[in-house]
């Protein structure tokens, strides 16, 4: 007997949690690399997992955290950006893959968002991407059937990589498991690679305590080894580039 219409709708809504590895590997011109373990929520825009109250200083889910309007919806801030590149989704699943607020405290180096149609066909990603400065930059992506997609770089991140080359980027939905990559590219060669690993949980409550136990202030400490590895770089006479201008992106800043 097949599932009903109502369970399948009750399932794809339902948070999840991936418990992650993501490594950074610098190639040129010395090499460095580092690897952390932290965790990421995926949810559906339009059904944000609110917490039973003593628990939710755990997981906390704000627009502001995110582009667009900070008065406005996650959902209605994602479409706004994507009517101004000519994209229109009639209403269709808009999943997230982000890290949540722990006792206050958002960092989102990487912000994913799948748009979907009406239909429930992929329609374009959408990756949002902050740095330690306080600025966004959302890079509109549409990808093929296995997730992968190029787009120049844009965005200012590190103070040790100017904004030059291309990003190769796969960003295949989210199942059982997570993987996620990001290379950068210059002339032949490539300098820089992310990647963020991860096997599925449910949302429920003792897979959220799990994980906020196994990384406590996964956000904050996200943010203090980003800033660690920056002075071993630059310890080790790394060149730093001055961040340029960053022009603001309309509906995203």
Known sequence: MSEPAATRRAANHRAAIYRTSISHVRRTPLHNAFTYRSYSWYVDVDHLPQLPRPLRPLAGFRVEDHLGDPAGTLRGNVERYLAT????????????????????????????????????????????????????????????????????????????????????????????????????????????????????????????????LAVPLAPLRVTVQIRWQGIKLWARRLPIFKRPHHPSQEAVQ
């Open 85 to 212: 590149q000519g994209i229109g989704l009639d209403g269709g699943r808009i999943t997230m893959l982000a890290s949540a607020r722990v006792f206050g405290h958002v960092f989102n180096p990487l912000s994913v968002f799948w748009c979907h149609d009406a239909a429930g066909a992929l329609r374009c990603v959408v990756v949002e991407v902050h740095n330690t400065y306080g600025e966004r930059h959302c890079y509109l992506l549409e990808t093929d059937g296995t997730g992968r997609a190029s787009v120049p770089k844009a965005f200012y991140v590190s103070p040790f990589n100017d904004v030059d080359g291309q990003y190769r980027m796969k960003l295949p939905e989210p199942g059982d498991r997570l993987a996620v990559s990001i290379v950068l590219e210059r002339e032949g060669h490539q300098p820089f690679i992310a990647t963020m690993d991860g096997v599925r949980h449910e949302a429920t409550l003792r897979n959220i305590l799990s994980a906020a």
